[in-house]
């Protein structure tokens, strides 16, 4: 059974930087992809980039792009997003999500609990 537990959220002051992981457990999981999304309050849920444990990625969200980058520890299979020159509208709940059959933008079965990121000043 695969698990996922996001850590890394926080209070950062605009421009600042964070770095989100997400630890996964499972004896399939590189079978699976592996994605960040996030939820704002009072909003949907957004796809932020997704990534195969090959190192295929997908395209960041134009909200993010540039600023953030997703990476992988395939030895901790734990998954990471370095986030950078944070803005207050980045302020979210981040999860963590994992889907079988590979990277793709829908579809993810397997979710963190989410780690809260608040930027304010």
């Known amino acids: 059974q695969v698990q996922l537990e996001e850590s890394g959220g926080g209070l950062v002051q605009p421009g600042g930087s964070l770095t989100l992981s997400c630890a996964t457990s499972?004896?399939?999981?590189?079978?699976?992809?592996m994605a960040w999304f996030r939820q704002a309050p009072g909003k949907g849920r957004e796809f932020l980039v997704g990534?195969?444990?090959?190192?295929?990625?997908?395209d960041y969200a134009d909200s993010v792009n540039g600023r953030f980058i997703i990476s992988k520890d395939n030895v901790k299979k734990t998954i990471y997003l370095h986030m950078r020159r944070l803005k207050p509208e980045d302020t979210a709940v981040y999860y963590c999500?994992?889907?079988?059959?590979?990277?793709?933008?829908?579809?993810?079965?397997?979710w963190g609990q989410g780690t809260r990121v608040t930027v304010s000043s």
């Open positions: 999500a994992a889907r079988p059959g590979g990277l793709a933008s829908s579809g993810y079965e397997v």
């Open positions: 990534i195969s444990w090959i190192g295929v990625r997908s």
């Open positions: 499972g004896d399939s999981i590189s079978t699976y992809g």
